[in-house]
């Protein structure tokens, strides 16, 4: 899927580009497991009223899954990284969505130098709603100029655990390993 923005006004401006995808709230983001695992949460930027703790979460070897809890009683919740394998996903009864954007984290981001982050509230529809985020650099777009982000999305059958997921994705994504995060090949 290709996003854009087309600078429409007389002057540059510099802008990043967002690619968000809202998901039905309840499901179960799955992210690679890059982190040390004494300090899970090692590189990510919580933001402001977001507290770690406050939704469940479950390492493995291959990914961290964190439980959605948007809905009206809850408080937002968001966090940010920088993600060098550049996909995240996300669970429920109705399948994995698997979502990519290339990285480019050798330029200048939007919210703190990440290119990826996840939000979980109470804002949106009755039951409130989950959203993958893909940032793209921060650009100088001049007037008539538009900037892009691809994003590559995957379904996946909901009979797969946290563990397939992260495996198809690396898969589908043409990976050797879910680890390349932390460096590895």
Known sequence: MRHGLANAGE????????????CQPGGTWIVPRVFDPGSPWSGFQFWPGSQPDSRPMVLSDAAITIASQAGRSVSDWKVGWRSTAGWVAYRTAAGCLVAWAQ?????????????????????????????LEHMGPLRQVPPGGTLHLDQYLALLPTTASAEDCAHAAVRILGWRNIRRDAGEN
């Open 103 to 131: 990285p480019a984290l050798d330029e200048r981001l939007p919210e703190g130098g990440h290119n990826l982050a996840l939000y979980d509230g109470r804002h949106g529809p009755p039951e409130g709603r989950s959203e």
């Open 11 to 22: 002057a540059a401006h510099e802008v990043g580009i967002w690619a968000i995808v809202a």
